[in-house]
């Protein structure tokens, strides 16, 4: 109900009912969702000009599906963000694990902004730095480049809310383990750890995601053989705009999305658990 | 093994990989790149490592001619102010759009509020060249913009709406745009709305209680937001690609050129250092300034 424009307005000094905030607000989410929308509505459209709308078809997600290289293409981003998440998180939680800790040592603050300098730094910079790096060391350009490039950009994604996700933790917990007479390894695998599953499950997606949906790096730091989606999007999009690419993308859109829902609710489970009172 | 010992042991063995991977794998190259750009250029696309050269800072804003003298080239500046210049236009669009929703958001309950932060984050976490390639269907010449505008006998021509400097903006606007609201709407959620309340008692306007209380009170959100949105606007590669059509080249492009069709290593290094040096000294700037604002969202 407070979400009524048409609700008469009261004193001026009530900020909830000033008058444009509404209309400014339902304007943004126009703004940011249309697009997205008619995309994904334009992929079922039967006809081949692609943005004028005759009928709905599935006949473009068919063709997608037969289609060899967009199949390859999907093979190689699952691939890739398979081992690039698992591996990026793996680290990240190892390193969160000693970083969330209270007391201070030597370089906390610099080791925290070098965990966080794959997301500070334009994408493009690192991306040909690394190619330059390959290359002058001699390595082959594929599939193995393009995963260590994406574990590094990846570990910000996963470190930051498993750091977060342990600094919530209630330390009387672990005490209280303490106190029963737990071990700090046994206090680890039966108290921490179950309490953390969350918070890295949630990194773990959005580690995911962001390396299904890299392209920069990708681009440089890949070679014959290491085509993903974005890639394979990339090439066609380049070329015309084509009802083939409205599929395979309103499919990335909806991948992620639901990908997204599912970390997000792994992490509000997480505040449930941790918020004060 | 002493207890001090063991701690530092378990330290390097729990830090060690993750901080090895990034060091190994972007620092490293970094440095690289830094050395890169003071060598010689090979023209097989290669690099003459053992060649000292200022010639890839050279070229930033000179042309060497065929008798070796040097000639003012004001191409790659052009490139690097339109990015300054579009980024910035795209941090001033995203704030006018940006604070609004923040403040409309800022003042709903607890309920509402999750449902709108979750709107507003969703869209980043979807791939930002697909999202960028529907701005494409709807700016083309037979796009969606075009064929409404014509078919509501607006227009009676395709207006030039794709491959130009205002589509980039769009792209970067829609592309970025998440990075300013949340941010200040975090700033604006901590106020204490009795404050403005306070201000109409003394009989403030709308407009004063804006400029006097609640933008005073934002400041640190939408100095963020401005950072937040003016850095990766300034490093952008998808969005001109895609949307600028090779006319309306930014650095990232160029960068990237460097690297394929003019095989110019240690330019392409150059220009990186350059860009990675003006955002990290805007970042390091921001974080004197406002050290307490990013340490305080813990």
Redesign the interface.
Known sequence: MRLNPFRRRRFPGDVTHWPGLFTATIAFFAFVYLPILILIALSFNENRTVTVWTGFSLDWYRVAFANRDIVGAATNSLIIASVASVSATTLATLAALRMASKDRFMGKGAINAVFALPITVPEIVPAVATLMFFASLGFTLGLGTVIIGHIVFCIPFAYLPIRARLEGMDPKIGEAAADLYANPVRAFWRVTLPQLIPGILSGLVLAFIISLDDFVTTFFLGGAGSTTLPIYIFGLVRVGVTPEVNAISSLMLLLSLSLVSLSLFLGRDQNRNTGPG | MTRAGKTTL??V???G???L???A??????G??AY?SFRGRDYSGG?LWDQFSVEAYIRLFFERQLDDTLALNFNYMLIILRSVWLSFVTMVVSLL??L??A???A???RK?KAV?V??????F???????N??????L?D???IN?LLLWLGVISEPLPLLHNEFAVAVGLT?SF??FM?LPIYSSLEKID?RL??A???LYAT?WQTIRRVILPLAFPGIVAGCVLVF??A?????TPE?LGGGKTLMI?NL??F??GGARN?PF??AL?LF??VL??GS?SLYARRYRGELEGS?
Not at chain 2, 25 to 30: A, E, K, N, R, S
Not at chain 2, 125 to 131: F, I, P, S, Y
């Open positions: 378990f330290r063995l729990l830090i990989p993750a901080l991977a990034i060091t794998f972007m620092i490293v190259p970094l690289l790149m890169i690099v759009v940006g609004p929703v403040m409309f958001m003042t709903r309950d509402w709108l979750f709107m507003v984050t969703l869209p976490w979807t791939n930002l060249l697909v999202r390639y529907a701005w494409i269907l709807l083309r037979h796009g969606t064929s829609y745009l998440p609201v709305l403005v309340e201000s109409f008692d709308r850095v990766p300034l490093g952008a590669y998808i895609l990232g960068i990237g460097q690297f290593w392409g290094a990186g860009l990675l955002v990290l970042l813990r």
